[in-house]
């Protein structure tokens, strides 16, 4: 079983969406994945709740070790404490101030020798500071989750980019495909020691 945070103190970051999203990959993949809504907003759960995802959302970590693959803990908005699991997501959007509070947090996790997946989510490509945002993170080895409409309609029926009811929507086979290659990169990484840079220069 393989524990994941997606974790980033700044709300908006794209943490929950990340959560459901690949989760729903996972289970495309044949996994059984469990997310750990640690977030007092909720919106793991509101998901679940409300809507036809393929996989369990549960609000506090099983005391028990779980019957998952994976399980990903999404975590809340100004929550600074250090992440449990030794794979860390990082989202951040690609604003300055964004940008910078990621810096911050991931500052904190240098030490502890965690494993870092730095994402870079919703930059609008037409942007100047935007694009800069997105080569620099592209530098440190960030996965990119470009913006789409298709978030949006899939959180109106609480569902992940993965429902079939999605399968016509523009271009839902390449931001997919981008929840695959973060999925493939946290199951290698378990068998590999050491940690990504993920400071931005
Ligand atoms: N790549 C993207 N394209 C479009 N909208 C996005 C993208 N990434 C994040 N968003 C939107 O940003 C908002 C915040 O995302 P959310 O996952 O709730 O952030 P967090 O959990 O970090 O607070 C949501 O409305 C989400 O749909
Ligand atoms: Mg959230």
Redesign the pocket.
Same mark, same amino acid.
């Given at each position: 079983m393989q524990l994941v945070s997606v974790w980033?103190p700044?709300?908006?970051?794209?943490?929950?969406?990340?959560a459901i999203n690949l989760s729903a990959a996972a289970v495309e993949l044949g996994l059984k994945p469990l997310v750990v809504c640690d977030?007092p907003?909720g919106?793991a759960t509101l998901f679940s709740r409300g809507g036809r995802l393929s996989f369990d959302v549960v609000e506090k970590m099983p005391a028990k070790k779980p019957n998952a693959d994976l399980v990903i803990i $999404?975590h809340g908005?100004r929550d600074w404490d250090l992440p449990p699991a030794p794979i860390v997501l990082m989202?951040t959007?690609p604003d300055r101030s964004d940008i910078a509070t990621y810096q911050d947090a991931v500052s904190l996790l240098r030490p502890t020798g965690k494993k870092v997946i730095p994402i870079i989510? $919703?930059a609008q490509g037409h942007r100047a500071s935007h694009a800069r945002a997105v080569r620099a993170m592209r530098k440190i080895g960030a996965f990119e989750?470009?913006?789409?409409?298709v978030?949006?309609r899939a959180?109106e029926d609480w569902m992940s980019i993965f429902d079939p009811s999605l399968n016509t929507a523009y271009k839902v086979g390449e931001r997919r495909s981008e929840f695959s290659a973060i999925l493939t990169a946290v199951l290698n990484l378990q068998n590999q020691p050491g940690q990504f840079a993920a400071e931005v220069a």
């Open positions: 980033n700044k709300g908006g970051q794209g943490k929950s969406l990340i977030d907003q919106t $999404d908005a989202p959007k989510t $919703d989750l470009r913006s789409s409409g978030y949006g959180a």
